[in-house]
Nanobody, 116 residues
């Protein structure tokens, strides 16, 4: 079982930056694939970025070049650095972990609002 707690959301102007943090509790953090998803109002949850056990990363086309995902296994933490934010990035951002046997765990979400 993994518990995930996100933080770092907030209100930011277009072009600004935020860093989201997801702290995981439980064992074997380094065996999980970690990812960020987001859900805008009246929309389905969508993939944003993922980082594998060995550090390989993957991004949605809409955030490539602007967002960076990273993990610190010693701290059981994953980060999402978001630069060049746009109004269309406004959403609730969720941290996700996937175990070796494909079990998914989710955090409670953190709101990101990009507006002038």
């Amino acid at each position: 079982q993994v518990q995930l707690v996100e933080s770092g959301g907030g209100l930011v102007q277009p072009g600004g930056s935020l860093r989201l943090t997801c702290a995981a509790s439980g064992n074997s953090f380094n065996t999980y694939i970690m990812a960020w998803y987001r859900q805008a109002p009246d929309s389905q949850r969508e993939f944003v970025a993922a980082v594998g056990r060995g550090g390989t990363t993957d991004y949605a086309d809409s955030v490539k070049g602007r967002f960076t995902i990273s993990r610190d296994n010693a701290k059981s933490t994953v980060y999402l650095q978001m630069n060049g934010l746009k109004p269309e990035d406004t959403a609730v951002y969720y941290c996700n972990s996937r175990s070796w046997d494909s079990r998914d765990f989710w955090g409670q979400g953190t709101q990101v609002t990009v507006s002038s």
